[in-house]
Every structure is written in structure tokens, then in C-alpha cells.
């Protein structure tokens, strides 16, 4: 398998701008999550989703945020409009059994909101 | 709960031994251990769940211990090859999972 994909690798974008990101989990993983990293704030669970459903969105940082999981292949997370604030790295994750199994990371998009 | 990990940093020469530590304020359900290089993404080392054995990666080893709500994480003659950030994250009764704030380890030739 080819491992979890992400798009895009980077993102420059203009304060106000919507930015879309983009996850194609491991063939078969039931489970998607979607992290932040900062230097401030290391690294953050956003939202998670369990078949398509998301699960747990309690740390979506605000309405700006929205994650949608549309069948098992494939999920975005939406940041409109973003804010300089929002610059990270952005991953997202799989697993076949949730938090009692391996998540396997993606190799992230680096997000930078001028 | 944010785990506390200790230390913040370590640095060792090749062919030495470290222990990073991870507390949680509450009971854990699970223990997770990552590993990650500058610029790339965390990778995973081992899990340990409540009542489990003691796990190991290669010459990377770490137990669990419920009672004091602590993990510890093992790594065992290093290699120039184990230098990065070791994350550890807990799940415990009614959180998410949640990420400590790292280790950062360097081995030197």
C-alpha cells in the first residue's frame, strides 16, 4: 500500500482565503484523524472519523474549521477564512482500530497563511 | 489532559541508554509511543494498553504502569539512528487522545 497521502505537500495562502486539504487514508483503515502541529502547541487531535462518521470534532479550534469525510477514501478539512494563526503543519492519519491501534501519519501539508 | 513527559531533552553518545518518561494526571486506557525526524512525520514505535505486557521495537522497550499512571520508554545501546522527538500520547477515561509536548533526543557519534 502506498501509505496515507496527502495534498497538497505545501500551501501559501493570502489571510482571508479558503484553504482546502486534502487525505487519502490507508485501503481498509476505519479510522481518520485529522492533527495540527505547531511549535506552540505541538501537536493537536482536530477531529476524527470512524467509517466515514466523524466521531469526535472537540478539537476543531473554531467555525473556521470544518472536516468532511464524503465515502472510505477520501476526506478534506476546510479552513475559511484562514489566518495567519492557522499556519501549521497539518497531518492526517489512519487506523484499522482507533486509539488502541497504530496510526499511521501522512507526510503532512505545511501550511503558511500570510 | 496534556501527558507530561521528562525529560525535555537528552543527549547521548552511541551506544549509550535513556529513559523518557510520560505521567498522566488521570488512569490510562492506553499508552502510545511516536517517534518523529525534523520535517517528517511522527512514525510509530509501540502502544501499551491497560493491563498489557511491556512492548518492544528492536532495542526500544517501554512498560506501563497503571498505578502510577506512567509509561516509560527504554531505549537500549542508541544508535545514531534513534535521534529525533519521542512524543507520547495518552487516552484516558473520557479524553481524546492527547499528545505530550515531546523529547528531544540527540545521539552523537
Known amino acids: 500500500d502506498a501509505g496515507v497521502i496527502q495534498s497538497p505537500r505545501h500551501e501559501v495562502t493570502e489571510m482571508g482565503q479558503e484553504v482546502t486539504l486534502r487525505c487519502k487514508p490507508i485501503?481498509?483503515?476505519?479510522?481518520l484523524f485529522w492533527y495540527r502541529q505547531t511549535m506552540m502547541r505541538g501537536l493537536e487531535l482536530l477531529i476524527y472519523?470512524?467509517?466515514?462518521?466523524?466521531?469526535?470534532d472537540s478539537g476543531m479550534p473554531e467555525d473556521r474549521f470544518s472536516a468532511k469525510m464524503p465515502n472510505a477514501s477520501f476526506s478534506t478539512l476546510k479552513i475559511q477564512p484562514s489566518e495567519p494563526r492557522d499556519s501549521a503543519v497539518y497531518f492526517c492519519?489512519?487506523?484499522?482500530?482507533?486509539?488502541?491501534?497504530?496510526?499511521?501519519f501522512g507526510p503532512g501539508t505545511r501550511l503558511t497563511v500570510l | 489532559q496534556q501527558p507530561v513527559q521528562s525529560p525535555q531533552a537528552v543527549i547521548l553518545r552511541e551506544g549509550e541508554d535513556a529513559v523518557i518518561n510520560c505521567s498522566s494526571s488521570?488512569?490510562?486506557?492506553?499508552v502510545h509511543w511516536y517517534r518523529q525526524k525534523h520535517g517528517e512525520a511522527p512514525v510509530f514505535l509501540m502502544i501499551?494498553?491497560?493491563?498489557?505486557e511491556q512492548m518492544r521495537h528492536e532495542k526500544i522497550s517501554a512498560s506501563f504502569n497503571e498505578k502510577k499512571q506512567q509509561s516509560s520508554l527504554y531505549l537500549t545501546a542508541s544508535q545514531l539512528s534513534y535521534s529525533g522527538t519521542y512524543f507520547c500520547?495518552?487516552?484516558?477515561?473520557?479524553?481524546?487522545?492527547?499528545f505530550g509536548e515531546g523529547t528531544q533526543l540527540t545521539v552523537n557519534p
Open positions: 501499551l494498553l491497560k493491563g498489557g
Open positions: 485501503s481498509g483503515h476505519d479510522y
Open positions: 488521570k488512569a490510562l486506557y492506553s
Open positions: 472519523f470512524n467509517n466515514n462518521v466523524p466521531i469526535d
Open positions: 492519519a489512519s487506523s484499522l482500530g482507533g486509539y488502541t491501534d497504530t496510526q499511521y
Open positions: 500520547a495518552s487516552h484516558t477515561s473520557g479524553s481524546r487522545l492527547t
